[in-house]
């Protein structure tokens, strides 16, 4: 059975965006990763509308020491827009269970249903322990399946008692229930988190990895929500350098890769290697730390996970090229494309005037609330270009 048109998101850069690779996440350092440009309300505002504009969905939301709050910032944003959803990406170890379940309820009836949540068990113990989580990793994925049981149970209007290993409530629930209940996006490629995702997770989300290695985590992950008696869907993280041709995609990548400080990359490398991260160990693998043989796939670049953690890859290539590998993983089975690029501005404009009629062309992407015009494969995106 062939899969479900996909559905395309955008990301917000709460740490600071900029024409050249901004580095941070998890794993490389506390505190802010910086850009050129601040992430204030003003700039993630422009971000967001240009997202909403060509036809993302919805926008994911990082958390963690390096970046804004997810939770408060994309609540100031859900004024300033007029459909976008926000995937906010929260720690189950950082709030009860039951306020998060009450937050969720909150933030569905203010913002209209325009909430997904992205739940991140967290991989990386320093950083852990700065919020005042002291469990070790396999205890992370325990405690974060007993926390969204009782979220789960919360949502369908049931009282609650739970004395788990790390969770514990009493006569737990919701005055009023989100509507509708905000799907949960989950990933991880320990065996933990599989048995996490294949118990409570609608979507399971992968990090940019080459698709033979996608389809394996895909069949991993449908065999144990089968036994279950489970279906989930399936998203992927990705970077984007698209342009009118495919030389020109791969010389602004080359571009990105000149500006890096060599130092940098050894510092970044030197952090993430002691993460305890299955899917950041992956990651590091693509590239090994060089900037030799980066292209890890067809139109498949690491580069951008030599100073920055988490999703570290991204696709480069002409529009054609871009939405052939965007096609190449939905057939796969991967339904939810969270895509992103720098700057976060421009780089919308290019995925959104360039790939995504070519998706629509080909009857695997439509445009939200209606059709797009017809633009031929080889226009020029004139915002981009005048940039």
């Not at 926390?147 to 290993?165: H, M, N, Q, S, T």
């Not at 998203?235 to 080359?254: M, N, P, Y």
């Not at 500006?259 to 305890?276: F, N």
């Given at each position: 059975?062939?899969?479900?048109?996909?559905?395309?998101?955008?990301?917000?850069?709460?740490?600071?965006?900029?024409?050249?690779?901004?580095?941070?996440?998890?794993?490389?350092?506390?505190?802010?990763?910086?850009?050129?440009?601040?992430?204030?309300?003003?700039?993630?505002?422009?971000?967001?509308?240009?997202?909403?504009?060509?036809?993302?969905?919805?926008?994911?939301?990082?958390?963690?020491?390096?970046?804004?709050?997810?939770?408060?910032?994309?609540?100031?944003l859900v004024a300033e827009t007029e459909r976008l959803k926000f995937l906010v990406a929260f720690r189950p170890g950082s709030v009860s269970p039951t306020l998060a379940a009450q937050m969720a309820a909150t933030y569905q009836?203010?913002?209209?249903?325009?909430?997904?949540?992205?739940?991140?068990?967290?991989?990386?113990?320093?950083?852990?322990?700065?919020?005042?989580?002291?469990?070790?990793?396999?205890?992370?994925?325990?405690?974060?399946?007993?926390?969204?049981?009782?979220?789960?149970?919360?949502?369908?209007?049931?009282?609650?008692?739970?004395?788990?290993?790390?969770?514990?409530?009493?006569?737990?629930?919701?005055?009023?229930?989100?509507?509708?209940?905000?799907?949960?996006?989950?990933?991880?490629?320990?065996?933990?988190?599989?048995?996490?995702?294949?118990e409570h997770a609608d979507v399971y989300l992968t990090w940019g990895e080459p698709p033979a290695q996608v389809a394996e985590k895909i069949d991993w992950i449908r065999r144990l929500a089968a036994k279950r008696g489970r279906?989930?869907?399936?998203?992927?993280?990705?970077?984007?350098?698209?342009?009118?041709?495919?030389?020109?995609?791969?010389?602004?990548?080359?571009?990105?890769?000149?500006?890096?400080?060599?130092?940098?990359?050894?510092?970044?490398?030197?952090?993430?290697?002691?993460?305890?991260?299955?899917?950041?160990?992956?990651?590091?693998?693509?590239?090994?730390?060089?900037?030799?043989?980066?292209?890890?796939?067809?139109?498949?670049?690491?580069?951008?996970?030599?100073?920055?953690?988490?999703?570290?890859?991204?696709?480069?290539?002409?529009?054609?090229?871009?939405?052939?590998?965007?096609?190449?993983?939905?057939?796969?089975?991967?339904?939810?494309?969270?895509?992103?690029?720098?700057?976060?501005?421009?780089?919308?404009?290019?995925?959104?005037?360039?790939?995504?009629?070519?998706?629509?062309?080909?009857?695997?992407?439509?445009?939200?609330?209606?059709?797009?015009?017809?633009?031929?494969?080889?226009?020029?995106?004139?915002?981009?270009?005048?940039?």
């Amino acid at each position: 059975m062939s899969p479900a048109p996909l559905t395309a998101h955008w990301f917000l850069p709460t740490y600071g965006d900029g024409r050249q690779l901004v580095g941070g996440g998890h794993g490389v350092g506390v505190g802010s990763a910086g850009g050129v440009r601040p992430a204030s309300i003003g700039y993630l505002t422009q971000v967001a509308r240009a997202a909403e504009q060509v036809g993302f969905v919805g926008a994911l939301t990082p958390t963690g020491a390096w970046c804004e709050d997810a939770w408060l910032t994309t609540a100031m944003l859900v004024a300033e827009t007029e459909r976008l959803k926000f995937l906010v990406a929260f720690r189950p170890g950082s709030v009860s269970p039951t306020l998060a379940a009450q937050m969720a309820a909150t933030y569905q009836r203010h913002s209209g249903g325009r909430l997904l949540l992205n739940v991140v068990t967290g991989g990386e113990p320093a950083e852990q322990r700065a919020y005042g989580d002291f469990l070790d990793k396999d205890a992370r994925y325990r405690r974060t399946g007993e926390f969204l049981e009782v979220v789960r149970a919360l949502w369908r209007g049931e009282k609650v008692d739970l004395d788990g290993e790390h969770v514990r409530v009493e006569n737990a629930f919701l005055d009023r229930l989100p509507d509708p209940v905000p799907p949960i996006f989950f990933g991880g490629s320990s065996p933990a988190a599989g048995d996490v995702a294949a118990e409570h997770a609608d979507v399971y989300l992968t990090w940019g990895e080459p698709p033979a290695q996608v389809a394996e985590k895909i069949d991993w992950i449908r065999r144990l929500a089968a036994k279950r008696g489970r279906t989930i869907r399936f998203g992927i993280r990705l970077h984007v350098i698209t342009r009118d041709t495919s030389e020109q995609a791969w010389s602004h990548a080359e571009s990105l890769l000149e500006a890096i400080d060599p130092a940098a990359i050894e510092r970044v490398q030197a952090g993430l290697a002691h993460s305890e991260s299955e899917g950041q160990r992956r990651m590091r693998a693509l590239h090994g730390g060089s900037t030799a043989n980066l292209e890890v796939a067809p139109n498949l670049w690491a580069g951008v996970g030599l100073v920055r953690g988490g999703a570290g890859t991204a696709l480069v290539g002409s529009h054609s090229e871009v939405a052939d590998r965007i096609a190449e993983y939905h057939a796969l089975g991967i339904e939810e494309f969270i895509l992103s690029g720098h700057p976060h501005l421009e780089e919308a404009w290019w995925v959104g005037e360039g790939v995504l009629p070519i998706l629509e062309r080909r009857g695997i992407w439509k445009r939200p609330g209606g059709q797009a015009p017809s633009v031929p494969e080889s226009r020029t995106v004139p915002f981009a270009a005048a940039q």
